[in-house]
């Protein structure tokens, strides 16, 4: 009995990673499977929250050195989009002085990862 259900939970898992993979992109698969930068920074230079009408919430921390983001961390309760999105934002911001960095957009990450899927109500954003 142990091994079948071990079959069964090994076939279901590789079923939801494909059917996640098809439906983020690879791009935005890989992201999920090893965010970056997830994570909180204690006395952050900048920080923002940001909360969908899904009930997800994102947060930003912001370290720089000078006018340039040196460390930039996130961290979400949300999705599995969420995550890519919050992953990617902090990595855009890197290097950037404050007025680059309110140029990152939905948009700029969707040019990255591509189309992500709807959820929670969500409406298509354009890239």
């Known amino acids: 009995m142990t ?14 990673l ?13 992201r999920w499977l090893k965010p970056l930068h997830v994570g909180t920074i204690g ?20 370290r720089f050195a000078g006018e340039r983001v040196k460390e930039a961390t996130f961290q979400t309760n949300g999705c599995g989009a969420s995550i890519v999105c919050g992953s990617f934002a902090a990595e855009l911001s890197i290097g950037k002085n404050p007025d680059e960095i ?14 992500l899927p709807l959820g929670h109500g969500a409406k298509k954003a354009q890239a």
């Open 43 to 62: 006395k952050p230079d900048g920080y923002a929250m940001v909360s969908a009408s899904c009930g997800d919430t994102m947060e930003i921390f912001l």
């Open 3 to 16: 091994d079948e259900f071990d079959d069964f939970a090994r076939g279901l898992q590789t079923q939801i």
């Open 102 to 115: 309110a140029l990152i957009t939905g948009e700029t990450i969707l040019r990255i990862v591509g189309d």
């Open 18 to 30: 494909e059917e996640t993979r098809k439906a983020y992109g690879q791009v935005a698969f890989e």
